[in-house]
Structures are given as C-alpha cells and as structure tokens.
C-alpha cells in the first residue's frame, strides 16, 4: 500500500461533522488558572463534555514544525519542517523554510512562484480524496496550496506581495540615524506647504543587468487642524485620522511587460508634528486579485473577499518588529491583532453557517504574538519586568484567552451529538530571560574556529558566518536551536568525516551542552541535546539538524543564533519586548486539547490529531505515525 492510498475504512463513522479549533500557543497552565478563575465558561463547559488535558509538541517546539505534524500525523522526518530557517549546505546561508521560491519559474506565471515545502499528505487530503467535504482555514505551512478537493486558505508560510515574510514601511519628516534597527524600513519625506510627495514600495523587477523595486505614487495632504490627513494613490483617495488606522486601500504596481502586481495596505497615523510619522502595513496580497495562489480552488480566496471584504493574507500579519522597533506603540498592535481575530472570526462565521457535514478547521494565531510580547506582565523575574508596565497591559494575554472562550461559545451553539470538535494549541508558553549565541558557545568550546572574534559593539557577531574558517569548523548553529555538522562532502567546506567521526563529534557537542552554566544565575541552560537519529524517522530525515537544543526554562537561542551569527559573549539579557517564548525544551511547553468527546489516553501529543479525525469518520491511515485518540 502506498503513501497515496494509505486510506482505509475501519468502520462507521462517529461523526458526520468534525470542527478543529487551532489556537497558536495556549498554554496549559494559563488555562487552568483561569478556569478556576471562572474567566473561561465555555471552555469550563467543553472540558466537562470530554477532555482537558496538556498536549505534547514537536521537538522542536516552534509553530512551523508543530503546525505540520498535525497536519501529517507525522514527526518532521516525515515532513520536512525542522525550524523557520534552512540552511544551504552549498554555502552554509540561511533560507527560509516556511516558503521556497520556485527558481525555475523563470516567466512569473502566477501559479508557479512557489514551491509547497510541507511533504506527504494532510489529513484534509485524504478526507476530500474520500469526498468528505473539507475546509480548512488559515492553516499554517500549506503554501503554497495543493489543488484537490478541499477548500483550504493558507495561513503560515503566506508571503507578502515582495516574497517575504512583511516589510512594514514608516514615514517621516524625523532623521533617523542609519544605525537604528529597522532604519532600512523608513521612507524620508519631506512636507512642502501641506504636502508630501512619496511612494509606496512594491516588488522588485528583474532588469537585464540588475533588480529594482517597483513603486507606486503616494500624495498626502495634511490638514493639522483637524488632526488628519488625506491620501492618494493613483486617484483613490482615503482619509486618516491621527491615532486611527486606515481603511484598506488597493494599490497596482507596473512589473514590465504589461504585467501588474495587486496588493492592499492599511496606514496608522502616529501624528502629524512636530514630526510626521506614518506607519504602513507590508503590501499584501489582494485577496480579490492574487498576485500568487494562496488558496485551493484558486478562486476560494476571492470567495472569502466577495463576502467579507479585505483581509490581512500575509502569514504572520501582526507585526511585532514594528512594535519592537518602535514604530507603533503597544495599543496600536493590540488594535492590529483585534482586527486580524475579528477577520479570521467573520470567515469561520461564514463557513460555520453552511457547514453540514464534513471537516472544518480554523487556525487562530494572534494568541501567540499577544503572548511573545505581553509575557513580561506574567514575570517578575523577567530582566524588562516592570509594574507600571504590568498594570498597564497584564490583562491582555488575558483579553485574549477570553476572546478565544467566546469563540468556542459560538461554534458550542451550533454542535450536535453527531459533531465532533477539537481545541487545540501547537505549543504552551514560558518566559524568554536570556539569550544563549549557540555560535559563541560552539567556537568557546573548539568546535567553532573563527578567524577573528567579534568586539562589544558587533551585536550581530559577525552575521552570515563572516568570521567563521570553515576549513577547522566542525560544527556551526543556525535557526533556533539546531546545530549541523561541518560533514565532508555534505557541506561545501566539510571537514567531518560522515560516521564514526561524526557520531563523535555529535556526543561531544551533546555532553558540553548538558554542562553549559549561566554564569550570572548559576543555572543550566540546556535541559537536553536531541540527537537527530533519536527524534527524527522518515524520507526526509536526512535534512535535519545533527542536533536539537532543548533550553531549560528562561533561555532561548538568540536572534544572533539564527542567521549564523558570533557574537562576543555566549549570553545575555533579553532586553527585546519580545519577552515570552515557546522554542525550548518541548517537556516545557506542551499545548492544551479540549474536546467534546472521551479520549482514550492522559498523553495525547500533536501527532495524534490527524488520525483522530480520521477516526472520527471512520478512516485510518497507515502512514501516520500518531495514534487516534478515540
């Protein structure tokens, strides 16, 4: 029996309707507090009706690699997700692994600019292959979308109209020094009487010899008696108020040969003076009309739109680098997430309310980013704590868990004994006190060589790998948490002989991290080094990382980490707003599932969903690696 036809019935099935509730990052230990709180009725009702019980994540514990395995069933050998970054053995670069530019797409054509990244098959697969109606909602690392019978719109993985993950753009008449984090995203302007003259940035066009980036014109008049202004793009006109958002605004960009790009934005107009400050949202796919397919059939995403107006379609809309880099304060990116939640809430409504039979999933994200963000409030130990702070925003992870109990209200109304429903969360949450450079560990420890050693005021250490001498480095760290073995004739400068060696080096690198101490707390950072071969089976095992960090409570690999980066200390405060975290030791951090119905077990994990549902209708599948709890 092959992969592709997996599939057999087993029986009758349970249910004729099936509801997935994702929601990004609830974390056990929150929900149980405020159950007994009495915050969260409906999720008090839905416990009572089934199950209430942690739910084991990925290893490791990141959304990309957890999302994935509870689509397939599957650990990340199987499916090819091992973290947000890739790493090309030809030059040891970073790439993104939630999205793959297709390079032979050497025409544009709309549907060939990515490639899927997500391998083997989602449960939705095999229910629409069975003529089970299938709808899936904002489910991340489907994108670039299969084109089967299930209705799914991607969510995770969506890029923004350039091809990346969103680029916000900031507006100003302020000097901002070229040293300042995000200075590449600010647009100098200049007002003349009460004019600005401007453009919005778009995607960049191939030339015969080089690129450049497409831009549309951009007109603003200022009326600073009544606080506003007014905006023109290519003769649309849209007004703004100060301390408001805009509504969405369409805009085309010319990309030669009598091709155009179509995408939407939203403004927030921090005020007008004494300095003009202007925020813009990352230029998103127009819903109405693609740039690139985002959804199956191809014209569902248009259907969401006609109905329901614009929508933010980036993968990761709330943007927490504007917030960090200070371009929108703390009330303006709750009002963001407010209005991603009530989008994605109008498109469950929709499809909850001609939904008879079959499969409905929806994906909430904006729970995660509340929780990266607002977490010092839960903290006292946390270096950024802060009571005015605290008082200010320590209900919002609250507001949010609530939101979610009310969501869960709504669909509850419309259940009957033969529905099934499932809330889940991909990972749980903790504090993020102190960032451990994996890449100054390794070359403090010889497993590193660097050919020069980044000074104090180099905060990226040298990103890229600049300083590594790859011909005496056996192993290097990249992504959050995964470190790789320099093998010979794996990597472009391997020195590690595959094997024996390799096994070797992997044991050492694993037994000196079990060691490593902070030294200002006097605490372990590492709870466990995962060797691959241990965690990871499957086709697609051999992409992993050689090793996995599982960090102990408080620590997470840095943003330095990440794109290859040395940095002259091994750790450091986490003086980032970005302050809870998820990405350690997966023992740490396990989600929650809630469901309507018994389970058959105390120690659910992620994989064990996909078959679940297929139980539910019944179905089994052999491929998969979980276990159906029902």
Known sequence: MTKENSVKVIGNPRFNRVILLGMDGLDPKVLSSLIEQKELPNFFKLSQSGANVPLATSNPAQSPVAWASIATGNNPGYHGIFDFLNRRVTDYMPELAIMKMNPKNVFGKREAMFLPVMHGNAFWDHTSSNNIPSTILKWPMTFQPKQNKAKLYSGLGVPDIKGGLGRYSFYTTKEIPRNETGFEKVIKVQVSGDKIKTYIPGPYVVKLRDKEEAKTALEISISPENSRIEMNVEGKKLTVNQGK???????????????????????????????FELYMTPVQVNPMDPAFIISSPDDYIRELAGRLGCFYTLGMPEDTKALEEGRINEETFISMCDEIVEEQEKMLWFELNRFTEGLLASAFFSTDRIQHIFWVTRDTGHPLYDITYTKKYGHVITDYYRRMDRVIGEVMKQVDDRTAVMVFSDHGFSSFRRTVHLNSWLAENGFMKLTQKADKDDKEGGGLFQYVDWKNTQAYALGFGSIYLN??????????????????????????????????????????????????????????????????????????????GSPAVIFEDNLKKWSGDHIMDPSIVPGILLANFKINTGNPGIMDIAPTVLSCFGMSASEMEGKALI
């Open 487 to 564: 093998i010979r004739g794996r990597e472009r400068d391997g020195i590690v002989k595959a094997g024996d060696d390799a096994v070797s080096v992997a044991d050492k690198i694993s037994s000196a991290l079990a060691k490593l101490t902070d030294p200002e707390h006097g605490q372990p950072a590492v709870g466990n080094a995962y060797k691959n071969s241990g965690i990871y089976t499957g086709s697609q095992a051999q992409n992993a990382p050689d090793i996995v960090v599982g960090f102990n409570e408080g620590y997470r690999a840095s943003w330095q980490t990440a794109v290859g």
């Open 245 to 275: 958002w805009s509504d969405w605004i369409d805009v085309k960009f010319k990309l030669g040969f009598m091709k155009t790009a179509a995408g939407i934005v939203k403004f927030f107009l921090n005020k007008i003076s004494p300095d």
